[in-house]
């Protein structure tokens, strides 16, 4: 490759690059909510372990009641959400694997005008990512505040316990 090239070359490098990035850190979003879905198998056995259920029931107390379908409230909308964010999201690709699309943009073209080609697609693919990527990682964010939201709720209905 003659010297002529060498910037888009570059920028083309650094494209993949990026693109490459934008898929792992797609993994890693659907790794972390798969990983919360895990955990949040122990708040479960929180309600078992601390017997927020029987003391909402026994005890009859409104704040218990309330406890209890507040907690499961919450717990519901977690999985949902962590369930959603495990889920793949659909990642651009910088071109469609089809041959009329490879021969429109690639046939009887020459190097520069190809590389050109080629850079354009990964950043369009890449803009496109970006919101997808923006809103995987929206939806961990509100999950582990969420998982938050149930532990604080489930010491406080233990200990409320113990205190009435």
Same mark, same amino acid.
């Given at each position: 490759m003659d010297n002529t090239n060498f910037g888009l070359s570059t920028m083309f490098d650094e494209a993949q690059k990026q693109l490459g990035r934008q898929f792992?850190?797609?993994?890693?979003?659907?790794d972390h909510a798969k990983t919360i879905i895990g955990v949040s198998s122990v708040v479960v056995s929180f309600f078992a372990t601390f017997k927020i259920f029987d003391n909402a029931a026994i005890k009859s107390n409104i704040l218990f009641v309330s406890l209890f379908f507040l907690i499961a409230l919450v717990y519901g909308i977690l999985m949902i959400l962590a369930i959603r964010a495990a889920t793949p999201?659909?990642?651009?690709?910088?071109?469609?694997? #089809?041959l =009329?699309?490879?021969?429109?943009?690639?046939?009887? #073209?020459? =190097?520069?005008t190809i590389l050109a080609n080629q850079v354009n697609l990964y950043l369009n693919a890449i803009h496109e990512n970006e919101k997808v990527i923006k809103e995987q990682s929206r939806l961990s964010n509100i999950v582990d505040y969420l998982l938050g939201i149930v532990v604080i709720l489930i010491i406080i209905s233990t200990i409320l316990s113990v205190v009435l």
């Open positions: 792992k850190g797609s993994a890693v979003l659907r999201f659909s990642l651009e690709g910088p071109i469609n694997p #089809k =009329e699309v490879y021969s429109e943009v690639y046939a009887d #073209k020459d =190097e520069r």
